[in-house]
């Protein structure tokens, strides 16, 4: 009985329970809404634009109810919560929304809230803030202050300041509770917050596709992050080393692509257990993978697009990828010649310079264009040649493993430490020059054999130079031509045996001592007489003309370089001095290991190889900003060398990698290889590396002469006089004019068109676009090939029976006169069925005057002196457009239309005033009276102070005057 009274009791506490908690619950936490928060929730629902998506209740002021308004979460009658992510919401947020003092968590993601973004200043209980992928384009400067208890702030996919860009303040490491910052793509600028690296509590940093600049700073090195994210900065991107994030023991995705890295990757990454994702694609970074991190078991890693040498090693990673390196071998495990090995760890020592790590690809250094390196007939290195190139770093005792060395050269670098001892024993040394560099001592003892020059290193003690020898006959002669120790000002030259275009190691002249000399003047004499006679008629016409001008004149001279025994070639150097140590011409046999000391590029079968790290360093990784034009190939882009020179690279797109396009491809390179005129566009190289298939073109500053004819207005330009006009036309005419009979081979270009005509800062033109280029087998005759080119420019001939002729380039011709003449494109599905075609409609009024005067370029200022011209034009053009093609004229009678037009030429009354030069007299005395009158200019008299005429420079007139003599 008592068991049954207790249990009813139970049921009665129950009841109370399920009935009065609830009620208190409900109201303790809902109760009556601050009105303060119920105003700014009011201002929050007004600023929107589509309001009702909220479903929020048109009356009532109790957003904490009961019932509570949807999405909006209470305690205490003070407002806490507002989650709207996702429901597509637009407008503008009120500006007194950290108002809200007790707000905990704010969800406001993936919206279309835009304008300002109000200040979280002063929140310090809010936890949790989703700000991102809306458009919100500015951020107030005091958004962090206070923030003392948030966890996670995301504010990416924003336009935050994007005129100017912004920094993340240093409040923000005031939220020492801060565990997830993301901010992608939200325009912040300038180098990575030091103190972010001091945040304990911060496990994961996002920050891609921001402006970062700089290197992560050091103090990232003791972090507690796991997830980083650098990777696709604008502006240049991120650089520096990585070897911080090595130290970041928690890592388990990392993702710096898109950046400018540099440095090799640390050796100790494997310590990073954690680590799952490592993206490093992009960066210029260098040297050879650690096997650390071969032997990681990541779920995916990304190596493409660096510099990395040496072999492939096995990965343990699931998904790998590491094309467009600079690895010896292509498949994973195989390792390195025992050469390239050596010439790696020198690389190493030097830190890997990155003009050197671009370019020394492959496993054979004698196959493959490795920059500054020779090798002798058997396909043994024999010359190391890396002068002025800026390199740091020690000289690596691996050296002493190329037993076929001949000379090394690495004068005028950032060398130090010591000369390794070893390379001693290196038999075939004969020459180790290290001048300008801050090797110390002490030097090692080389042989009699070796010529060593030291001259500029200030840690080297004198008396420790070697006593140069001649060398032992069993080797081969010293390039220098003599056993003399060269001075600083003079190294010695690398041997022009080799199969190297190297420059030389300075400017010690290559003449014989003593009794050798009359063999160089025969030399000089016979052999080079009726070049030095042309290159000196020259030289005599510039100078005069300059000092007519009054123009001082600093000349040089003309050196000839003697035949070496070694050549089998029989051609001789002969370079013209501009008197300041520079080159203005040279000839010399090509070579396909070619190595200068300006750039690194390669030198190949006549063409310069470019890296696709240069090339992608050049153009920002193709960034869209630089993107110039886009056509069937793909895009061009412009783009700056290391030392200035600007470029077009024209990329093939990778979906368009199809045989045509391949074809095209390299019939770009071949006759572009084989062709050089002023107004063609000059190929200055090309790449080739996995998909990559890249050209490399002069940069042409005012582009395509389509933009100037038809686009001008909405480029802000200036329209085209017909002066210049005329002047193009000429250009072009001139050009074609080459390619069809007076290249050595007679070529048909096929898509001549005004976008393919590229104009300069004079706006000369040049021809552009040679993928369609034919070879015509006889200028008589047709030859039947598939149908190419624009239309609007086609020959009709060409479109129905797809035989071409010269003739279809003359046709194109006469379209774009017409073009320049109206201002109209060729074809224009736009304007009506009557003018449509531009050819056939001109072909229609152009006899008729008043008709042709009004389809005249409105641009045109036009005036009673070039009425006539105008006229002219519009008749070679009609010639040139018609339809049977034995009526068109060949291209050498457009030369001759138009040269007239563009060019004058007027007699000037010759006189008397020679400079002082009696050309009469013998050549000899003719040089020395052009040696006096140049002195004049400098010194106001013929003599020097001791009344003495100047001396002669040496290997200048003597070698004339001695040929003279014989």
Not at 304 to 315: A, R, S, T, V
Not at 389 to 412: D, F, M, Q, R, V
Not at 480 to 497: K, T
């Amino acid at each position: 009985m008592v068991h049954m009274e207790m249990g009813a009791d139970q049921k009665k506490v129950h009841i109370f329970l399920a009935i009065i908690l609830p009620t208190l619950f409900f109201n303790a936490v809902l109760g009556t809404t601050n009105q303060d928060d119920f105003k700014i929730l009011d201002d929050f629902r007004n600023g929107l634009d589509n309001a009702d998506l909220l479903k929020w209740p048109a009356k009532g002021n109790d957003p904490c109810g009961p019932p509570a308004w949807p999405h909006v979460f209470c305690s205490g009658g003070r407002v806490t919560q507002i989650q709207v992510q996702n429901m597509g919401l637009s407008g503008t947020l009120p500006q007194n929304l950290n108002q809200l003092a007790k707000l905990q968590n704010v969800g406001l993601q993936k919206n279309n809230f835009k304008g300002k973004l109000p200040s979280f200043s002063g929140l310090s209980d809010l936890q949790f803030a989703y700000l991102d992928n809306n458009k919100f384009d500015t951020i107030p400067s005091d958004f962090f202050h206070g923030l003392g208890s948030v966890r996670v702030l995301a504010l990416d996919q924003n336009p935050f300041n994007a005129s100017t860009g912004w920094s993340i303040p240093p409040e923000l490491q005031e939220s020492a509770q801060l565990t997830n910052f993301s901010c992608s793509n939200c325009n912040i600028a300038g180098p990575l917050p030091d103190f972010l690296g001091k945040l304990a509590s911060l496990s994961a940093l996002k920050m891609s596709y921001n402006n970062l600049s700089g290197q992560i700073p050091p103090s990232f090195g003791g972090s507690n992050l796991q997830i980083l994210w650098l990777n696709d900065q604008d502006g240049g991107g991120m650089t520096g080393s990585i070897t911080v994030i090595a130290s970041m023991v928690g890592l388990s995705q990392v993702w710096l692509h898109g950046n400018q890295f540099t440095g090799s990757i640390p050796d100790n990454i494997g310590d990073l257990t954690s680590l799952r994702d490592l993206n490093l694609n992009g960066n210029h970074l260098v040297g050879l993978i650690p096997q650390s991190l071969a032997s990681m078991s990541l779920q995916s890693l990304d190596l493409n697009n660096n510099m990395l040498m040496g072999p492939i090693p096995k990965f343990k990673a699931a998904n790998v990828t590491c094309s467009s390196n600079s690895f010896c071998q292509s498949n994973p495990g195989e390792l390195c010649a025992p050469e390239v090995n050596a010439l790696l760890e020198f690389l190493h020592g030097l830190n890997y310079p990155a003009n050197l790590a671009s370019g020394w690809t492959g496993n054979d250094p004698c196959k493959e264009p490795w920059w500054g390196i020779t090798c002798n007939p058997q396909g043994h290195v024999s010359v190391i040649n890396l002068q002025k190139l800026k390199l740091n770093g020690t000289l690596s005792p691996s050296l002493a493993n190329l037993s076929s060395l001949l000379e090394i050269h690495l004068a005028g670098n950032n060398l130090h430490g010591l000369v390794p001892s070893n390379l001693t024993q290196l038999k075939n040394l004969r020459l180790l020059d290290i001048t300008d560099n801050n090797i110390g001592s002490p030097l090692p003892k080389f042989g009699d054999g070796v010529k060593v020059v030291i001259n500029g290193n200030p840690g080297l003690v004198p008396g420790q130079k070697p006593r140069p020898s001649p060398p032992p006959t069993d080797s081969p002669p010293s390039p220098s031509g003599d056993n003399q120790q060269p001075s600083s000002d003079n190294p010695p030259s690398p041997s022009r045996g080799s199969t190297s275009r190297s420059p030389s190691a300075g400017n010690e002249q290559n003449k014989p001592q003593g009794p050798q000399r009359s063999n160089l003047d025969l030399v000089v004499g016979v052999t080079a007489g009726s070049i030095i006679c042309v290159l000196l008629s020259i030289a005599l016409g510039i100078y005069c003309i300059k000092k007519r001008k009054g123009t001082k004149v600093v000349t040089g001279g003309i050196v000839v370089h003697p035949k070496d025994p070694s050549q089998s070639d029989g051609i001789i150097k002969v370079t013209v001095s501009d008197g300041t140590g520079h080159s203005l011409t040279e000839s010399s046999p090509k070579s396909k290991h070619s190595a200068g000391v300006e750039n690194a590029h390669i030198i190949e079968d006549g063409n310069v190889r470019f890296s696709v790290q240069i090339l992608r360093s050049g153009t920002k990784n193709f960034a869209e900003e630089n993107e110039l034009g886009r056509g069937g190939f793909g895009a061009v882009y412009k783009g700056v060398l290391e030392d200035g020179t600007q470029i077009a690279v024209k990329r093939m797109e990778a979906g368009t990698i199809t045989s045509k396009a391949l074809e095209e491809f390299q019939a770009e390179i071949e006759v572009l290889s084989k062709v050089r005129h002023r107004h063609l566009v000059s190929l200055l190289g090309y790449s080739i590396e996995g998909n990559e298939r890249l050209l490399v073109y002069e940069y042409m500053n005012q582009g395509a002469l389509s933009r100037h004819l038809f686009r001008w207005k909405n480029l802000n330009l200036e329209p085209l006089s017909w002066t210049r006009r005329l002047s193009i036309a000429l250009d072009v005419a001139r050009s074609v004019e080459y390619l069809h009979s007076l290249a050595h081979r007679s070529f048909i270009h096929r898509d001549l068109k005004s976008a393919n005509i590229l104009l300069d800062d004079c706006f000369r033109a040049k021809v552009a676009d040679f993928g369609l280029v034919k070879l015509a087998p006889d200028r008589e005759m047709s030859v039947a090939t598939k149908l190419a080119g624009t239309f609007g420019y086609l020959a009709p001939e060409y479109a129905v029976t797809g035989k071409i002729t010269t003739k279809v380039d003359v046709f194109s011709f006469g379209v774009v006169l017409m073009e320049l003449l109206t201002g109209l494109v060729a074809l224009d599905e736009q304007r009506s069925e009557e003018n449509r075609y531009l050819a056939e409609w001109f072909w229609q009024i152009k006899s008729d005057k008043e008709k042709f005067i009004a389809s005249l370029d409105p641009a045109l200022d036009m005036k009673e002196d070039i009425d006539n011209s105008v006229f002219t034009v519009a008749e070679l053009a009609g010639h040139c457009t018609a339809r049977d093609p034995n009526h068109r004229p060949e291209m050498g009678h457009a030369v001759n239309v138009l040269s007239p037009l563009v060019e004058t030429w007027t007699p000037v009354e010759d006189t008397d005033e020679h400079g002082g030069i009696d050309y009469s007299l013998p050549l000899p005395q003719m040089l020395k009276g052009w040696q006096e009158e140049e002195t004049k200019d400098f010194t106001g008299s013929s003599q020097d102070s001791k009344g003495s005429i100047p001396a002669k420079p040496a290997g200048f007139a003597d070698s004339f005057t001695s040929t003279d003599a014989r």
